[in-house]
Structure formats: structure tokens, C-alpha cells
């Protein structure tokens, strides 16, 4: 079965850039979303099919997706953008919503 | 702008059926192309998802829940909902429900529901 693969943690330093990576096979062939969850709140989509922002996200959050991996980008981190970060994918060959495990985002 | 709120008992027995329902405000859920879903978080731990229905009534769930995952769709309520069979201890999640479409994400999800698997 297809597996997308999230590192457990990235630390950045504020004003500085973030990036975080979603690992799967031939990924970019698919059309990856991104969501941002903070303690106690309902995950908020960030980025959806590849790289577009909803209304609302700040233009600091960026996506990029080709060969194998898949890349979350956020410019000028700020303290409040500290949160745990998904990546997600349609799998076509099964018809199903499919998660990374996640990456924690520390700002220090 | 569209709002979904889960509801259900927040405590089950081991072996019994777990039953929650997501009810859609100002959008319907039998339009729009959306697959609208169940999402569960155990504690400390990343997001899984259960299963879907979209508006024609085709469902699909994650193969690890197998066979114990029904979702169905109420369009006079506005409502989807979920039913977990054999529910054990590893099934004690928060339980979200969310609107998705295939190029879009999921835009819109509930607060998310808490529910205990415990005797």
C-alpha cells in the first residue's frame, strides 16, 4: 500500500524558513494537500493541490511537489506557526484519502 | 460560511457500536461533488482516516478498520454518520468529520468529538 513518509520534527529560528517534506513514491504525479493543526483545534488546510492557498493563508506558506517528494515552505516563521503539519494524497488505485504521519513544527 | 459539528455519546462499552453524525450547516451534502468524511486522532497520536461517503452514495474506508466501518447519508437531515463495530480501547480517538473533494482537500472540518472506549 502507499505509504507517505513526514519527518517526526523541524525546528526553525523565527524570520527564518521552514520546510517540510512528504515522501512517496512518484508523488508528484499526485496532488498533495497540506494542513496545519494546532493543540486542541481541528486541522486547517494550508495548501491544496500542490501549491495553491485557500482564502486566508498567509503567502508565507508555500507547497512544491515533484518526483518523490512533496514540500511544505514557510517563509519569515513566525511563533504562531508553531503546530503539527500534514501532508495528504488521494490514492487513486484504492479510492482513498491517505495521511503522512505528521511533523512537528518547533519555532525557537 | 459552511460549519460541521459531530455528535455522539462521548463513552462506549468495548464490543458495542460506536455511532456519531456530522451535521452540515449551509452547505447540502448531496451537492457540490464533495466526499465528506471521518477522521480520527488517537491521543498524541497522527491523523488517520476512517472512511467517506460522497453525494451519490458511494462509500470507501481505510483498510485497516476492515469491515466495521459503515458510513451513511441523511439528505432530509443534512447529515452523514458513522458506525464502528467491536469497538476496543485503540479505537479511543477524537473523531472529526470533514468536506473534501479530490483536487481541493478537505476545506472544512468539524471542532472534532471525543470518545472514550471504556467498561
Known amino acids: 500500500s502507499y505509504v507517505l513518509t513526514q519527518p517526526p520534527s523541524v525546528s526553525v529560528a523565527p524570520g527564518k524558513t521552514a520546510r517540510i517534506t512528504c515522501g512517496g513514491d512518484?508523488?508528484?504525479?499526485?496532488?498533495v494537500h497540506w494542513y496545519q493543526q494546532k493543540p486542541g483545534q481541528a486541522p486547517v488546510l494550508v495548501i491544496y493541490f500542490d501549491s495553491d492557498r485557500p482564502s486566508g493563508i498567509p503567502e508565507r506558506f508555500s507547497g512544491s511537489n515533484s518526483g518523490n517528494t512533496a514540500t511544505l515552505t514557510i517563509s519569515r516563521v513566525e511563533a504562531g506557526d508553531e503546530a503539527d503539519y500534514y501532508c495528504?494524497?488521494?490514492?487513486?488505485?484504492?479510492?482513498?484519502?491517505?495521511f503522512g504521519g505528521g511533523t512537528k513544527l518547533t519555532v525557537l | 460560511q459552511v460549519r460541521l459539528q459531530e455528535s455522539g455519546p462521548g463513552l462506549v462499552r468495548p464490543s458495542e457500536t460506536l455511532s456519531l453524525t456530522c451535521s452540515v450547516a449551509?452547505?447540502?451534502?448531496?451537492?457540490?461533488?464533495?466526499?465528506w468524511s471521518w477522521i480520527r486522532q488517537s491521543p498524541g497520536k497522527g491523523l488517520e482516516w476512517i472512511g467517506y461517503i460522497h453525494e451519490t452514495g458511494k462509500t470507501n474506508h481505510s483498510p485497516s478498520l476492515k469491515s466495521r466501518v459503515t458510513i451513511s447519508l441523511d439528505t432530509s437531515k443534512n447529515q452523514f454518520s458513522l458506525k464502528m463495530t467491536s469497538v476496543t480501547t485503540a479505537d479511543t480517538a477524537v473523531y472529526h468529520c470533514a468536506r473534501g473533494s479530490k483536487i481541493y482537500g478537505m476545506d472544512v472540518w468539524g471542532q472534532g468529538t471525543m470518545v472514550t472506549i471504556s467498561s
Open positions: 495528504q494524497v488521494w490514492e487513486n488505485n484504492s479510492d482513498h484519502w491517505l
Open positions: 512518484d508523488i508528484g504525479s499526485k496532488s
Open positions: 449551509i452547505a447540502s451534502v448531496s451537492s457540490g461533488g464533495y466526499y
